[in-house]
């Protein structure tokens, strides 16, 4: 195992050890100067950690955990790791072969489990298995669509002996091949448009196409929005980025997609915070979609015309088939909606999370890797940061998991220890998984923590404020804690801003101190995500103040 890991250029792991992990973590002690292996708080910590990891490196994020409630302790971070198609490979210990089936301590069926939420999964009960099996599992992890990749070890296997055979990792499965007529329809189709707008997503990140995605759009006059996933592939002060589509996107991006007459859908699957009303959305365009996996046309919204294959091949021969061309009226009318940006304040409280987001952009290092949680904070880090590149963004897009961000920033900063990772939270996700910091601690990680803290679990607070005739139910929590006395019980340094100039004092501190650290920012309860369109509702319901 562990030299099939060194085969695919694995140097860090993530991971928890147990009783039927012991051989593993026995072997691991013996490449310990070849493996790096972070241990965590608990191993849900570790997955998201393998996800931040992959997410900030591109490379595969590797985690670890003994049988039992260990395996089960990473589901959530599969889950996510598979609706945002990041490649992981899990690597799970479980009970002997001769006790699967007969209810052993700490026994689970975890392939049983994971089934529905990895691209695959296997079961090695026979030590002539193993190899073959992990080198397949990082081949699927990263083929075409990827995702995570789940291994199921039974104790006797680590215990057995064999010859081994060094190879080279297995080549990646060969993507659809996208036909030069398709190709040649796709970019007659941009060529006739008058109003183009293109839409996209992760798959431009997973297949490293931000640079064609930036000189189609030069090229050709083209607007682009993007959902979560794709923040940062073409640059925040770009003409052309008209900032992020759906729910909480930008007015430019909605309205030019409601009044486009050409969609270009690049590795983007109309996601129902995107679509909201998938029958009226981008109702005047044609829909031209590109995607590696087929499964995703024509299923959440029909299109006109698709290719199916990798977003890179496709605008790589697309580009020289387009013409350049100047869309002098929708360019204007385009920039024109971004010009007519709401409001940066909601309320009269003293700071406000767009303070918080231009006080980092402005303080930080240029190449700081921004990591979020999920809620409120995460649509503002959205619509505020200056996005640079795709990489300097990691959030939990599909799944929307609270917890996510302190374990994957720890990822993110191992996989770059030259860049300053900041994390970016809100109360409620932050005590879901605050025991992470003493993982960053112990491993000498100068992760920057900033605490939106407005006493509620803000976009549920949001929506019963909006929707449910303010019933707050079990949304206002209470909860008094004082995260200064907690930071100095992890042996860490805890700041506190209520004021924009307080704040500015503490990220500069922050960022001379080179440890990690906890900012907490108080705001005020009643901030809102704004823009923002209903579910099932459309561009002419958003609600912008």
């Not at 079990?474 to 004021?499: D, L, P, S």
Request: proline share 4%; glycine share 8%.
């Amino acid at each position: 195992m562990a030299e099939v890991l060194l085969e695919h250029g694995v140097d860090v792991v993530f991971g928890y050890p147990g009783g039927t992990a012991l051989n593993i973590y026995d072997e691991l002690y013996k490449y310990s100067d070849r493996i790096t292996h972070i241990l965590t708080a608990d191993e849900q910590g570790a997955s998201f950690a393998a996800d931040g990891y992959a997410r900030a490196t591109g490379k595969t994020g590797v985690v670890f955990s003994t049988s039992g409630p260990g395996a089960t302790n990473l589901v959530t971070g599969i889950a996510t790791a598979n609706l945002d198609s990041i490649p992981m490979v899990a690597i799970t210990a479980n009970v002997p072969d001769a006790l699967i089936g007969k209810d052993a301590f700490q026994e689970v069926s975890i392939t049983g489990v994971t089934l529905p939420i990895t691209k695959h999964n296997f079961f090695v009960n026979r030590i002539e298995n193993l190899a073959d099996a992990l080198r397949s599992a990082f081949q699927i992890a990263n083929s075409g669509r990827k995702g995570p990749v789940l291994v199921d070890i039974t104790k006797d296997v680590t215990a057995d002996t064999i010859d081994f055979e060094h190879a080279d990792p297995l080549p990646l499965r060969a993507m659809p091949e996208i036909s030069k007529d398709d190709i040649q329809a796709a970019a007659r189709m941009i060529n006739v448009a008058e109003k183009p707008v293109m839409y996209i997503g992760g798959g431009v990140v997973s297949s490293r196409a931000s640079d064609l995605v930036v000189k189609l759009a030069e090229k050709a006059d083209i607007p682009v929005c993007h959902t979560l996933m794709a923040a940062g592939v073409i640059g925040y002060d770009h003409e052309l980025n008209l900032g992020l589509v759906g729910m909480h996107g930008s007015v430019a991006s909605n309205r030019a997609i409601d009044q486009a007459d050409l969609i270009i859908a690049i590795g983007a699957r109309f996601s129902d915070r995107v679509a909201l009303n998938p029958e009226r959305w981008g109702r005047k365009a044609k829909i031209l979609q590109i995607d590696v996996d087929k499964s995703e046309i024509n299923k959440n919204v029909l299109v006109d015309r698709y290719c199916v294959g990798d977003a890179r091949d496709f605008l790589s021969r697309a580009i020289d088939l387009v013409e350049e061309t100047r869309h002098e009226e929708w360019h204007q009318r385009v920039v024109g909606w971004k010009l007519k940006v709401r409001s940066t304040r909601t309320t009269e409280w003293p700071l406000t999370p767009y303070d918080i987001m231009t006080i980092l952009c402005d303080t930080a290092p240029s190449d700081s890797i921004y990591v979020t949680d999920v809620g409120q904070h995460q649509m503002w880090a959205a619509q505020y940061l200056k996005h640079r590149s795709a990489k300097q963004f990691i959030t939990s897009g599909g799944l929307g998991t609270m917890g996510y961000g302190y374990g994957a920033a720890i990822g993110a900063q191992c996989g770059n220890p030259g860049n300053r990772v900041i994390h970016i939270t809100g109360d409620g996700s932050f005590q879901m998984n605050l025991n992470e910091v003493v993982t960053a601690e112990t491993y000498d990680l100068p992760i920057i923590t900033v605490i939106m803290n407005n006493g509620v679990l803000g976009m549920v607070y949001q929506w019963q404020t909006l929707f449910y005739d303010k019933r707050y139910s079990n949304t206002v929590m209470g909860r008094k804690i004082n995260y200064q006395k907690v930071a100095e019980g992890f042996n860490i340094k805890g700041y506190r801003a209520k004021t924009p100039e307080e704040f500015q004092e503490a990220i500069d501190k922050a960022l001379a101190d080179n440890c990690p650290v906890w900012i907490e920012c108080v705001i005020s309860q009643e901030e809102r995500v704004l823009p923002m369109i209903p579910g099932g509702k459309t561009v002419d319901d958003m609600i912008i103040n």
